[in-house]
């Protein structure tokens, strides 16, 4: 299947918006869409991942204004999520397509399922934090972040968990293109601790990282279109500016939920489709 290109930067630019929205990262709604309308999993993969990184560099700006991303966090977690995804992306290109549609189609299923989660509301606010500006603790993996009750700390727990779950993340990124957003997330806020918003923005800054590994190996296999490249990139670019915005004016829960429903459509499709 031809990717058209005008087409191809719309539906980027949807998945990119949806995906910060939500934390899960766009391509895990482009990928799928792509190989479940015909496309190679192979061609997919690389869309995926360079629509991920343009929506996670376009998403910044507003993020890190609100104080909500983590930098020490973001670039710890991504130490054995961009090893694993090296090792995956060098070994995916050996993989049947076949094999790559149905690991697409289990991981489309598992985003589908954490779009149902709900997080358990484990950093509370202190009032006696109302001075301090939202931001990270400098040298450690703690900060506060401006809650609806006011100023909410928080400090990363379990960190050997959450670094084994960054390594699962990273290995999903690397074989099927996907940006492992929808791993992470989760890992930072049920494994670590760390508050939804915060798990999400860091996660969505941490992504950037993890997509450039996995595409110079893709490039190096010469797996990317220049074309697809620039309509998925530009696409990406526009979905996360605009998710940006929109996550810090909404609740994600009901749109994770939403994007729930949507992921598991789409992974019985991957599996009924040849």
């Known amino acids: 299947m ?4 005008p087409i191809l930067l719309a539906v980027a630019a949807v998945a990119a918006t949806l995906g910060t929205v939500g934390g899960f990262g766009g391509a895990v709604l482009l990928v799928p869409l792509l190989v479940a309308t015909g ?3 192979l061609v997919a993969a690389p869309v995926g991942l360079v629509t991920v990184g343009a929506g996670a560099l376009a998403a910044a700006p507003g993020q890190l204004a609100a104080g909500v991303v983590h930098h020490r966090l973001g670039l710890t977690i991504e130490i054995p999520a961009s090893l694993a995804a090296l090792a995956a992306a060098a070994w995916s290109v050996n ?3 076949d094999t790559l549609r149905y690991v697409l189609a289990a991981i489309v299923l598992a985003a589908g399922v954490a779009g149902f989660t709900r997080p ?4 509370q606010p202190q009032p006696e ?5 939202p931001a990270e603790w400098p ?3 703690g900060g506060t972040y401006a809650g609806p009750g006011g100023p909410v700390p928080y400090r990363a727990r379990r960190l050997p968990g959450g670094l084994a779950g960054m390594v699962v993340a990273g290995a999903i990124t690397g074989l099927a293109g996907v940006g492992g957003g929808f791993v992470k997330t989760p890992v930072m806020r049920e494994v670590m601790w760390i508050p939804i918003k915060v798990a999400a923005a860091t996660a969505t800054f941490s992504v950037a990282l993890t997509t450039s590994i996995a595409l110079i190996v893709y490039a190096g296999q010469g797996r990317i279109d220049p074309e697809s490249a620039v309509a998925a990139g530009l696409g990406g670019l526009v979905g996360g500016v605009l998710g940006a915005r929109i996550q810090q004016r909404l609740d994600p829960t009901g749109l994770r939920r939403l994007l729930g429903v949507l992921l598991l459509g789409v992974a019985v499709v ?3 489709t040849r």
């Open 2 to 5: 031809s990717l058209d290109p």
């Open 39 to 41: 496309t190679d999993p």
């Open 95 to 97: 993989a049947p397509g």
């Open 120 to 123: 358990i509301p484990r950093n």
């Open 129 to 133: 934090f109302v001075a301090e500006p």
């Open 139 to 141: 040298g450690t993996l």
């Open 270 to 272: 991957l599996v009924v």
